[in-house]
């Protein structure tokens, strides 16, 4: 008996086998699930479609989450392919280089504006045709980061991206509910990525999470997949609107010095 028996699933950002993405599509294959995969450029369909075949994906489209003819498709092949689906992954994030290092005061519009776009309003163009394919209800799924909440050096405009989109979970888990289909995020802590390498000393700040965080290490793809797995299964059927914290407790803390430190 897997959690998710039965549910049809479509995940939109898997790039590689490094992606939270693919963390969450390998669970939900273990859990059940049949599983649709939307990549974002030609260019990643060669280490998009054998991953999708080792869970013998059902559907793998491209798909630019700026372009909304591209995302139509999207769904109309999912309509094709599954009927209805139970479940909808957004792990999907965009900020340039020049962004993600130096000051967020030095923004610049156009990095902005493309930032929120990819990384934000993509979850309400894609809840927005969900919906119509989940007559029964459903779930719906982002990926956030704690930089939401407190200033984590050079993640700048993606920590202002994020605040945006945890406060559309809560907006989209409203006008959502009343058709049965839950919105949630979870919140990882930092894992080695192609998004987050693009972080200005990314790596410096994952030696530090692991060697601060509560339970004194770094959360795994299969960590947040199972988070995610629960999130959109039954057992979390009455919860909606929320931000799951999946990084090891590193939330909790007030100050950030190891232990050993500290005695
Ligand atoms: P990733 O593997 O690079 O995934 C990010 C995905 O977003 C990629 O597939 C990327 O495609 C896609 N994307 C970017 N622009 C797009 C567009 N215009 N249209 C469609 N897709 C687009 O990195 P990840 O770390 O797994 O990121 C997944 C999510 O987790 C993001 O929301 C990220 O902010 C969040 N997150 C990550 C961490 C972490 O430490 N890694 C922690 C907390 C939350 P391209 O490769 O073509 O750009």
Redesign the pocket.
């Known amino acids: 008996m897997g959690l998710l028996d039965g549910k049809n699933a479509l995940i939109?950002?898997?790039?590689?086998k490094?992606?939270?993405?693919w963390g969450i599509t390998q669970v939900f294959h273990e859990q059940g699930a049949r599983i649709g995969v939307?990549?974002?450029?030609p260019?990643?369909e060669k280490r998009v479609v054998p991953l999708a075949e080792e869970v013998n994906a059902d559907l793998i489209e491209m798909?630019?989450?700026?372009d909304d003819d591209a995302i139509d498709h999207v769904f109309e092949r999912a309509e094709e392919v599954f009927g209805t689906i139970d479940i909808l992954v957004?792990?999907?994030?965009?900020a340039g280089r020049d962004e993600l290092s130096g000051r967020y005061v030095d923004t610049s519009r156009d990095g902005f504006n493309r930032s929120l776009e990819?990384?934000v309003y993509?979850l309400v163009a894609l809840a927005r045709r969900a919906e119509k394919l989940m007559p029964e209800g459903g779930a719906i799924l982002?990926?956030?980061?704690y930089g939401s909440v407190a200033v984590m050096p050079h993640y700048n405009v993606?920590g202002v991206a994020?605040a945006a989109l945890e406060s559309s979970v809560r907006y989209l888990a409203y006008d959502l509910g009343e058709k049965n289909i839950r919105v949630n995020a979870v919140?990882?802590?930092?894992?080695?990525?192609?998004?987050?390498s693009g972080v200005s000393g990314f790596r410096k700040l994952l030696n530090k999470h692991g060697e601060v965080a509560p339970l004194g290490k770094l959360v795994s793809q299969e960590d947040v997949g199972r988070a995610a797995a629960w999130l959109c299964s039954d057992w979390a059927g009455s919860v909606t609107g929320e931000i799951l914290y999946v990084d090891a407790g590193y939330n909790i803390l007030g100050m950030t010095v190891p232990r050993e430190e500290l005695s």
Do not use: C, Q, R, W
């Not at 939109?12 to 590689?16: D, P, R």
């Open positions: 939109f950002g898997l790039a590689n490094h992606s939270i993405a939307s990549y974002a450029i260019e990643l798909a630019d989450v700026t957004h792990s999907v994030a965009f990819i990384s993509s982002t990926m956030t980061y993606m994020k919140s990882a802590g930092p894992i080695k990525t192609l998004s987050a």
